[in-house]
């Protein structure tokens, strides 16, 4: 089956605008998860959705920062105006949390500000 | 919560066994993973340990403390294609959202 998708796959934007990160999840699975990765450092949780519970936004790095998600699957992650820290791979995974809490990674958004 | 790696990165030839080690803070910790990072693209899931003791899967071994905190990832045989950086990875049982450490890096050479 499909696996996490997330689009796109590059983003360039300029310091002050708006920018929206998409991911899809697999099929079923019920927990969605933002993470952040700068350049040669590690993950650094940014929210996590759980079926229709309220989301975990203890993460978000500022109030910039805001994610979505829609009827339980596609989730958008909305940066606004964007700064030169906020340049990273931003990577979406899914879980089946019934199952087990196994992470399965999309492919992840690389942002560059300049 | 914290979970700490040694960085590496750990230099071994084609063919050698390798062992990386992870000590996590949390003892009501409930899950435990390894993920596996290539250069460039995103965590893969290599294993997930959740009882005591070891748990084997091809040229990978997971083992899993729970006295001592920590869990550990051997590879046998190791290939080229193992070159990569490998991410300890833990849940507790009262949160969803893991706790990963900064990894391990692993270069292994012809």
């Known amino acids: 089956g499909a696996g996490v998708s997330q689009s796109p796959s590059n983003k360039v934007t300029e310091k002050g605008k708006d920018v929206e990160l998409r991911c899809d999840p697999i099929?079923?699975?019920?927990?969605l998860y933002w993470y952040r990765q700068s350049l040669g450092q590690g993950l650094e949780f940014l929210i996590y959705f759980q079926g229709n519970s309220a989301p975990d936004k203890s993460g978000l790095p500022s109030d910039r920062f805001s994610a979505e998600r829609t009827g339980g699957s596609v989730s958008t992650l909305t940066i606004q105006r964007t700064q030169q820290e906020d340049s990273a791979v931003y990577l979406c995974a899914s879980s089946q949390v019934i199952g087990g809490n196994e992470q399965f990674f999309g492919p992840g958004t690389r942002l560059t500000v300049l | 919560k914290e979970v700490e790696q040694d960085p590496g990165p750990f230099n071994v030839p084609e063919g050698a066994t390798v062992a990386f080690n992870c000590t996590y803070s949390d003892r009501g910790s409930q899950s435990f993973f390894w993920y596996r990072q290539y250069s460039g693209k995103s965590p893969e899931l290599i294993m997930f340990?959740?009882?005591?003791g070891d748990k084997e899967d091809g040229r990978f071994t997971a083992q899993l403390n729970r006295a001592s905190q920590y869990i550990s990832l051997l590879i046998r045989d190791s290939k080229l294609s193992d070159s990569a950086t490998y991410l300890c990875?833990?849940?507790?049982?009262?949160?969803?959202?893991?706790?990963f450490g900064r990894g391990t890096s692993l270069i292994v050479h012809p």
């Open positions: 099929s079923g699975h019920t927990a």
């Open positions: 990875v833990v849940n507790t049982g009262g949160s969803y959202i893991p706790t």
């Open positions: 340990i959740y009882s005591n």
